[in-house]
């Protein structure tokens, strides 16, 4: 299953990933948020309160730039490809790095979605370990310090 993310909207995405769907041997799911267009080759919802079952259950996610969508994608071992919304705010360095280190697919533009997909079949992405979280320690340290 390929499992597709626009946020609030992407209607780019949307129209290009609807109109290779019929050509690919997979399912396809896309959240389509607040976009205009409304695909007719996929099934789709605008919002839901969690996408982790749609996250494990895809082969595939294809996501804009969003950074809570990237690394729960990631932690969760999926392979993702990540495309930039010109309309939206962007983690540009984020999605750059992640490409580069080959944790993630970047697909410049939605003209090259369809290839994308295909190179991804055989793409060897590189499995993503969450650092170590010391967030509650930092914490502690200062509540102690600061005699609050």
């Known amino acids: 299953m390929i499992f597709v993310i626009s ?5 780019d995405l949307l129209e290009e990933m609807d109109r ?22 996929m099934k789709w919802f605008r919002f839901h309160d969690s996408f982790y ?18 690394f729960e994608v990631l932690r969760l071992g999926k392979k993702l490809i990540c495309i930039e919304n010109p309309e ?3 983690n540009p360095d984020i999605v750059d790095e992640l ?19 295909k190179k991804s079949k055989n793409f060897k992405f590189k499995k993503y370990e969450s ?5 509650p320690e930092k914490i502690d340290e200062f509540v102690k310090n600061s005699g609050i």
């Open 53 to 70: 079952t749609y996250y494990k259950k895809s082969d595939v996610v294809i996501s804009h730039y969003g950074a809570g969508t990237i």
């Open 99 to 117: 490409s580069r280190l080959g944790y993630l697919m970047k697909c410049k533009n939605v003209r090259d979605l369809e290839a994308c997909i």
């Open 20 to 41: 290779i769907a019929p050509k690919l041997k997979e399912h396809v799911i896309a959240q389509i948020g607040n976009s205009k267009y409304i695909p007719k080759n």
């Open 7 to 11: 946020g609030w909207f992407f209607d």
């Open 88 to 90: 939206m705010i962007r």
């Open 131 to 135: 650092p170590e979280c010391k967030i």
